[in-house]
């Protein structure tokens, strides 16, 4: 969800009134109770949804109007069902909310939603594994990009191996052999991943780098849709592909190799092949995920990681058939791989010069 500059800072220096020391209007600081609670446009059931809270969320409760209650996050006020909140405290003049409070699993949000997939989305219906959601996270960083990036940590759906989904959106046979062979007109929906050379499951060290950068996007101002923040969600590589097209401005999926000669970085580029680049979303799109992987592989370079070969393999990849934004699978080293916090902070860096470089041009 987007909120602009000025509904901002007019919401914000409402808070401030209502918190003077001189006024005695009293607000509630309230908690979502409810797994998923719906936050509306107006106070009604018809009403469109803005995002949902995850349990726990907490809350400024403007106006109690009996079965629903205005609330405001960040500046940002809607209506929410009144009783899916519990009351934390009741706050005066002298007790400003906790900013922390709001705060769910980093410290450079001010709102996280959770999003799942909507069945009028173009091509959710190729999607088979679709049933979990993701978090879009709020910069609550003063110089926010208004660039929503989607980091996709690579792998992590059980069960994503023995259903498969469409390569092509149009049916078309695979033009290269990956993990699936060229002529295929199937893919497995997600593949559990490799296994790093000391034992380590490509899917975790995917997530801790993608929790890493989520968090260096938000401090940077960047908006950032997460994919996965635990070791399954379900949702397909169609679906994550899907909500990104749809929630953001570019899509990074996080990737190790299974080779083991610990080649360095690199992105799988658009394959040489008329008919897939003339096929959409692909013919649209080719061109500015090149641009997106090659910034991202000036990143990487100058940031001091390794970069195999000319920095792109071309692959044709179930992500990338179906984008409508740029898009790159990001292959970060391979098997052998050091993968240590240091190393991933490295690449981390490398990546946010990339994203930088990326949206300055
Ligand atoms: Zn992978």
Redesign the pocket.
């Known amino acids: 969800m987007k909120f602009n500059r000025l509904t901002k800072i007019v919401l914000t220096l409402g808070m401030i009134s209502l918190f003077g020391s001189s006024m005695t209007v009293l607000a509630d600081t309230v908690k979502v109770n409810a797994s998923n609670l719906n936050f509306r446009k107006q106070a009604s059931m018809s009403a469109e949804v803005i995002c949902t809270l995850p349990r726990g969320t907490v809350l400024e409760r403007s106006e109690n109007l009996g079965e629903w209650s205005k609330v405001t996050i960040d500046g940002g006020s809607g209506f929410v069902a009144s009783r899916y909140l519990q009351t934390v405290q009741s706050i005066s003049g002298q007790q400003i909310p906790q900013k922390e409070e709001l705060l769910t699993n980093t410290s450079y949000a001010s709102v996280s939603c959770v999003v799942e997939m909507k069945p009028e989305y173009l091509y959710a219906g190729n999607s088979k594994i679709n049933s979990g959601s993701a978090i879009l996270y709020q910069s609550n960083s003063q110089d926010r990009k208004e660039k929503t990036v989607c980091v996709n940590a690579?792998?992590g759906t059980k069960g994503g191996s023995s259903v498969k989904t469409l390569c092509h959106p149009d049916g078309s046979p695979k033009v290269t052999s990956g993990t699936t062979a060229a002529g295929a007109t199937t893919a497995v929906a997600v593949s559990s991943?490799?296994t790093f050379n000391d034992g380590t499951a490509?899917s975790t060290v995917t997530l801790k780098m993608a929790k890493m950068l989520r968090d260096k996007l938000l401090a940077a101002g960047y908006d950032v849709l997460m994919i996965r923040e635990t070791d399954d969600v379900q949702l397909d590589n169609i679906a994550r592909t899907v909500l990104a097209n749809n929630l953001a401005d570019c899509h990074l999926a996080l990737?190790?190799d299974s080779t083991t000669s610990d080649k360095g970085c690199f992105y799988m580029s658009v394959p040489r092949n008329d008919s897939y680049r003339s096929m959409e979303p692909v013919k649209s799109n080719w061109e500015s995920h090149h641009r997106l992987g090659d910034s991202l592989i000036e990143g990487l370079r100058a940031g001091g990681s390794k970069i195999f070969s000319s920095g792109a393999m071309e692959m044709d990849l179930t992500q990338t058939s179906y984008s409508t934004i740029p898009s790159v699978d990001i292959e970060l080293g391979d098997k052998a791989s050091a993968h240590t916090t240091e190393a991933l902070e490295k690449l981390a860096d490398g990546l946010m010069l990339g994203i930088e470089i990326y949206f300055s041009k």
């Open positions: 690579g792998h991943g490799m490509e990737h190790w």
